[in-house]
């Protein structure tokens, strides 16, 4: 019978991290629902071409870089010989850029193979996107968002990305 004993008492010690690891899980997975309805606003607001929807996603003073494939590097290089492979940018260009767009041409931008990771204060999400101009596809590549958990809700605090131009490919 003693045998028993040590075994019961490992069996409930292994219980209990396990049934807060379950806790902290459905507390992530909220925040992982949060962060979608972010992507889901995100992706909502190129499409209205809403420029101050898209402004109110970022967190002032965050980073934003973009890097352009070899290929993409060597034909934007033979209009603009100085361009660089990594550019910098910001959420206030790209959202004047939507909020400029024609009206007679519909932008949008989707998203497959994403993944969301978050401990309920930063987060990350990561994807492949295609960038589509009246549905046709102009640059696709890999999309990376760091976020912060704000007091006004999820944040995107950096965006880096690759830029990979289907016209040429």
């Known amino acids: ?15 209990v991290p396990l049934h807060a690891w379950a806790a902290t899980s459905d507390t992530h997975a909220e925040d992982q629902a949060q962060i979608q309805q972010l992507i889901n606003r995100f992706k909502s607001a190129i499409v209205a071409k809403d420029g101050e929807a898209m402004r109110s996603m970022f967190m002032p003073g965050g980073s934003w ?17 100085e361009a660089k492979q990594f550019a910098p940018g910001s959420y ?21 193979n994403l993944h969301i990771e978050t401990d309920g204060t930063v987060g990350t999400v990561y994807f492949d996107y295609r960038f589509l101009v009246n549905g046709k596809p ?30 040429i490919h």
């Open 1 to 15: 019978m003693k045998p028993v004993l040590p075994a019961l008492m490992l069996a409930i010690m292994l219980a």
């Open 65 to 81: 870089l973009q890097g352009l494939d070899n290929g993409s590097l060597a034909t934007v290089r033979t209009k603009k010989p």
């Open 138 to 167: 102009t640059n696709h590549g890999v999309e990376t968002w760091q976020l912060a958990h704000t007091e006004e809700g999820w944040k995107i605090s950096t965006m880096l990305y690759s830029v990979i131009l289907d016209d």
């Open 92 to 112: 206030e260009q790209f959202a004047h850029f939507i909020e400029t767009a024609p009206k007679d041409k519909a932008i949008e931008e989707t998203f497959d």
